[in-house]
């Protein structure tokens, strides 16, 4: 796309459109109406959204595009659309236990400590969202556990 200087054009554009369709529909979902402003990322395939070890402050939902989960380099999981994704390090104020990696073109909303506060005080049903996102990754690893342990569920 980037040897043609049309294509190149076109894609800029679209990128610029997809964007500002991200924007309006933020403005809609009532962040803005509660005085957050997210900051919307772009992360290609292979890019690192989060490092295992870093310090962050900062929560991220996957708006487009899919990651994996990464500990120690073995993959341990998938995050999807929608899904709510470094929260932990963020509330118990210690090192991401995990990295995350785009799998494809990937767009996130992120939100600083603070935003995340004020958006969990204002809008119980993300803590809902956060509890229905971080239970399925508890059941899924412990699926993956038996799995690997040999142990049969009673």
Do not use: Y
């Amino acid at each position: 796309v980037h040897g043609n200087p049309r294509k190149s054009a076109a894609w800029d554009e679209l990128l610029i459109t997809q964007i500002a369709l991200s924007n309006s529909l933020l403005v809609e979902g009532g962040l803005c109406s509660i005085g957050l402003v997210p900051d919307i990322r772009s992360f290609s395939q292979g890019d690192c959204i989060i490092e295992q070890g870093s310090t962050g402050d900062e929560v991220f939902t996957l708006v487009e595009g899919g990651a994996d989960v990464f500990v120690n380099g073995e993959k341990v999981g998938t995050i999807h659309e929608d899904e709510v994704f470094g929260a932990l390090g963020v509330l118990t104020n210690t090192p991401r236990t995990a990295s995350v990696v785009a799998t494809q073109d990937t767009m996130v909303i992120a939100l600083k400590h603070d935003q995340f506060l004020e958006l969990v005080h204002s809008r119980p049903q993300t803590v809902l969202k956060l509890i229905e996102d971080m239970a399925s990754t508890i059941m899924r690893l412990n699926a993956k556990l038996l799995n690997t342990s040999g142990a049969k569920v009673i």
